[in-house]
């Protein structure tokens, strides 16, 4: 198999649809109808605001997966800088003239939709860290010179989002970040080092926290702490998810959901009302579905010849699978709430499309897996 | 022309990273896997419990009932001040230990115990169950002196029904709790549970129920999965129920309900103009407060083992036969149907043979030669046998009928009995017999099928009183009635107002005809003439109720007595001549009388029945007496009250 295909200069629509990845097409349609489900329930069975607007962000968002797909990866490789500098500056932009809501300055007013930059840069990052390491060779990965730069590529953008503040999202752009430069090979002793400074520059960070960030990691610690107040989203929702019990209470039948108990249940919890009306058997169809697109996604690494193709995709597929965790932790009251939405499922333009054009990219690759990047 | 640097290593390097996060992801996946198996299998009992409680809470509470009152603003049924006990079966440390702690602080017996248990069980553990709604203050006080060691117990003070006199237990009758059948039946009553919710079970109570029961109002309260109450959402004071004024007279209605004690029987009296129910009285009584609380198993076999019926409403659901007070009737009838006239004379011999039966006139002797208003006035049983057989039972039914026998008149009361006005149709099709001829005769003296209500007696004095005008009965002031109907119209408001202060309201001329009635004769000379022979039969030596007659000039009135039987008298109790009084109580004769007062401008009408009594002249004439006496003292009152009014609202 290995390079036994001649590298092809030109592939028409028809090639490009039939070497599609289907199951992974599938799976993401799959999700993309079951939060219809789940966004109709949350407007308590009413085909309103928030169910509308989710199936016309989906449809567009899908349709752009493809068109995504079909454009050269060479294309995807070569803007991936620029790509990383856009969002940069729109992230600068959010700092002079973004919106805030609840205390946080995050979104942009494109009139037909608020954009958050931050989102954009889960992908822009990994984007940009992959066509990196790609350039530069294996012997130079662990060179000092060679470590500043994604190291300042991956502070830039975390520290201008912690301080919109958003603590989940800069977390889940570092996160992304710090796989592709693991995946490249930087050594563990490194890695080790920014744990301890971490560690160490902990107690000033903590200073800078406002009052409900510190509480809910206090909260996480013993939710019984203020059974009222912060702790009410975790108690909440782990009783939602615990009543939902094997089948579920039955779909529009979640009591919890319905009687307002469940906080943000169109974003972060949407996992929650699902768990909740379809019980254990629900929960685990929508893991799985996730765990076979991270599958797929790595698998179609695994065909690619680039180091950026495979650096890409490993990551993405990687990180994709973390948000999902980090969601589906958050909800079941593992990990402290943190505001991290569940990949598709969750209520929210600027996380689908970064999705999107994460996975379109993914399947961009597959498709063009065959042509070089130049 | 980028390309990749570092070749195939570089790959393998990435291969073999990658290796270590899908290691890493594994357990990641496994740690979620792990903790959904926990909460959503392993735990969900708890979780379920959990979310059970996780909701609003609300408190509802039964509004007060809207008040009762008589005429004269005289409350009849009200409200009072109970002081209750609740239960929050989850606010409490131990349920168990509270509710034996209960029981012998307010020495409950075990079924009460046992009822309250099966209470808890059957609802919400937030939902307060009632333990008593109506403690006495010593039975309070020792609760709150040990309330502190409580837990989960609430004593509050709500407001409960009360009837302050028994004389009106019937006409307003009582509340109780709801049952089953009261949710089948009445439709507004699914949004009317709340702890404490009483529903009107017979009278007044169960005919205005839908009004004077009000709106249940509520506090929401939101609360978390622990089950305390972070704030109150909404509050809903409901809406107290609607009060209604009546035309009863509550002076009246004790002095007659007096009158019966220790008797089997009832009283009403009638505005004959305006239909008005002033009394409307049953003996034996019984006390309507027990119902409201929960009435105990042994008051409750007491009531309803009694030989008198205390429960039942004589009034409107006693039957009897009318006797001798149908006379006037039976005389209407004839005259109006030209079969007879005044002048016809019968000789009364004391008793008549027809048929080849014998028919007694309860004189043994006789009473000679008698006309029509002699018969009347003395009661000549003879003469009216002579009469109806000349009638026939077909034309008289059609009279009674229209005097207001056989039928219910007083609205919405389920209890009415409609009674029986026999004729030849209704014997065939209720006993499948034809009518004979000799029944015809015993119907003519108000024996034989007839059953009456006493309000059906009293109705039928009231349009013979009136002129011979098809008034109606009603008890709640404001309800339409023709004469009110009349008012809404205002068709010629000035000239009733005049025709009721005027001299001339005994002699209905054509105003009459403005207020809405319909006349009931042909010729009004027939109806005057009954109502002048009942002036005899009182006022004059010889009638039979002339022993209870009122000689004060504005106090005169004229009646007519009755005794029916409810046996058949044999030809050899006859001859014995056996005295009322010694034949077993269940055998005697009941004892009515209806009359019209004051005779010269004819106001009220009024019916006496005493169950058992003897004769009309001996028991219930002189009880009519008393309580007309009262009613045309207490008149011009009336009357003020009646000026007084601004529409017929309360």
Known sequence: ?374 | MISDSGGSSKIRLIGRRMFILTAAKAVVVFGVVGRLISLQINESKKYKTLSDKNRFREWRFAPPRGIIKDYFGEEIASNQKVFQLHLIPENAENLSTLIFRLKNILKMSDNAVSKIQKKIKSQKPWDPVIVSDNLTWAEFSRINLFLHELQGVEPIISVARVYREQSSSHVIGYVSKISKKDLQQKNYLANMKAAGMRVGKTGLENKLDSEIIGDVGHKRYEVNAFGKRIKEVSIDQGKNGKSYKTTLDLELQNLSSNLLKDKAGSICVMDIYRGDIITMVSSPTFDPNKFVHGISTKDWKELISHRDKPLVNKAISGLYPPGSTIKGLVAISALENDVVNTKMVQQCSGSIELYGEKFHCWKKKGHGFVDMRKAIKESCDVYFYEVARRLGIDRLSETARAFGLGDTMVKGFKEEKIGVVPNTKWKKQRIGKSWYLGETLHSGIGQGYWQTTPMQLCLMTARIANGGYDVEPRIVLGERSKFSIFAEKKKNPKSLEEFFNSDKSNEFDDTTIDLGYKPLFRNQENINFVKEAFFGATNEPGGTSYGSRLSKKEFMFAGKTGTSQVRRITEKQRELEIKNEDLPYEQRDHSLYVAFAPYNEPLYSISVVVEHGGSGSKTAAPIAKKVIKKLLERHPLRQQVHNNYKGEDV
């Open chain 1, 1 to 374: 198999m290995f390079r036994s295909g001649s590298i092809q200069s030109h592939l028409t629509l028809r090639d490009k649809i039939f070497s599609l990845d289907l199951t992974l097409t599938i799976c993401i349609f799959l999700i993309g109808i079951i939060s219809f489900f789940a966004m109709y329930s949350t407007d308590g069975g009413q085909f309103a605001y928030h169910t509308k607007s989710h199936i016309i962000r989906f449809i567009i968002f899908f349709t752009l997966f493809f068109v995504i797909s079909f454009i050269k990866t060479s294309f995807w490789y070569g803007s991936a800088t620029l790509f990383y500098l856009g969002v940069l500056f729109l992230l600068i932009l959010v700092k002079y003239v973004g919106l805030t809501s609840s205390g946080s300055q995050r979104w942009l007013d494109l009139y037909f939709l608020n954009l958050q930059p931050s989102e954009l840069m889960k992908i822009g990052l990994i984007l940009f860290l992959a066509k990196y390491y790609h350039k530069i060779s294996s012997g130079d990965v662990n060179k000092f010179r060679y470590l500043a730069q994604p190291l300042l590529a991956l502070l830039f953008p975390v520290i201008l989002v912690i301080t919109q503040p958003d603590l989940g999202t800069s977390f889940l752009i570092a996160v992304g970040g710090v796989i592709v430069v693991w995946l490249a090979g930087v050594k563990m002793k490194f890695f080790a080092y920014l744990g301890g400074l971490f560690l160490l520059s902990a107690p000033v960070a903590i200073s800078f926290l406002k009052p409900y960030q510190k509480s809910r990691i206090l909260t996480f610690i013993d939710p019984s702490r203020d059974p009222l107040g912060a702790g009410y989203q975790i108690t909440q929702s782990k009783i939602a998810i615990g009543s939902g019990g094997l089948f579920g209470k039955g779909f529009l039948d979640g009591s919890q959901s319905y009687l307002d108990y469940l906080p943000e249940k169109h974003t972060d919890f949407i996992f929650t009302l699902f768990s909740e009306e379809f019980g254990f058997f629900g929960s685990m169809t929508i893991l799985m579905i996730y765990i076979l697109i991270t599958w797929r996604i790595v698998n179609i690494g695994h065909t690619l010849r680039t180091s950026f193709g495979k650096l890409y995709c490993y990551s993405f597929a990687t990180a994709f699978f973390i948000y999902v965790a980090v969601n589906m932790g958050m909800v079941l009251g593992l990990i402290p709430i943190v505001g991290a939405p569940l990949p598709i499922m969750s209520y929210g333009g600027s996380s689908m499309m970064a999705i999107m054009i994460g996975l379109g990219i993914v399947m961009s690759c597959k498709i063009h897996k065959d042509q070089s990047l130049g």
